[in-house]
């Protein structure tokens, strides 16, 4: 069972960026996935959830109307595409698979 | 939104030594959907124990959790050296998932 999250970066106050997290070794299709995020030096906060259908989501309300979870379950694959990024979105992004699988991890810097 | 609260935020204590970490719930956690993690600087948490008392895969007897309602418990029974780390305590029986801020168990 592996994740492994990617297209992390620096980017710029308002910008756009797109982060994908490649599953491996189950049944992707069957599991609901969730995204988490960590703050430098912080503790961990819930950002988005996605059924295995994708047809339900659910956001934080501070990355409501700005982040759009969704998956791709034929290619085994789960993304989160932020928008209108905030210096306070600087994070390292997780992917989760129920609460006993989680990726490495993607920094997302927003800095000018 | 279930508030959880951790309780002491750091513990000093030495190699040997028991450690328990305390987790309060705002409101009860049903099904005791609560979790433990461990993690160390620069990885992913780890899953320690799941709906509140359940050892995860290869996690070692020394690790234990207890609790139910508002109030759970992790014990670490025998600290050993890599034991010494930030541990969250976690709801997973509603959305918005919460997380405790974290208790830091450091060397003495």
């Known amino acids: 069972v592996q994740l492994v999250e990617s297209g992390g970066g620096l980017v710029q106050p308002g910008g756009s960026l797109r982060l994908s997290c490649a599953a491996s070794?189950?049944?992707?299709?069957?599991?609901?996935m969730h995204w988490v995020r960590q703050a430098p030096g912080k503790g961990l906060t819930w950002v988005a959830l996605?059924?295995?259908?994708?047809?339900?989501?659910n956001y934080a309300d501070s990355v409501k109307g700005r982040f759009t979870v969704s998956r791709d379950n034929a290619k085994n694959t789960l993304y989160l595409q932020m928008n209108s990024l905030r210096a306070e979105d600087t994070a390292v992004y997780y992917c989760?698979?129920?609460?006993?699988?989680w990726g490495q991890g993607t920094l997302v810097t927003v800095s000018s | 939104e279930i508030v959880l609260t951790q309780s002491p935020g750091t513990l000093s204590l030495s190699p040997g030594e028991r450690a328990t970490l305390s987790c309060r719930a705002s409101?009860?956690?049903?099904?005791?959907?609560l979790a433990w993690y461990q993690q160390k600087p620069g990885q992913a948490p780890r899953l320690l124990i799941y709906?509140?008392?359940s050892r995860a895969t290869g996690i070692p007897d020394r690790f234990s959790g207890s609790g139910s309602g508002t109030d759970f418990t992790l014990t670490i029974s025998r600290l050993e050296p890599e034991d010494f780390a930030v541990y969250y305590c976690q709801q997973y029986v509603t959305s918005p998932w919460t997380f405790g801020q974290g208790t830091k168990v450091e060397i003495k």
């Open positions: 709906v509140a008392s």
């Open positions: 996605i059924s295995s259908d994708g047809r339900t989501t």
């Open positions: 989760v698979r129920n609460v006993e699988c």
């Open positions: 070794g189950f049944t992707f299709r069957t599991y609901w």
């Open positions: 409101q009860s956690v049903s099904s005791s959907s």
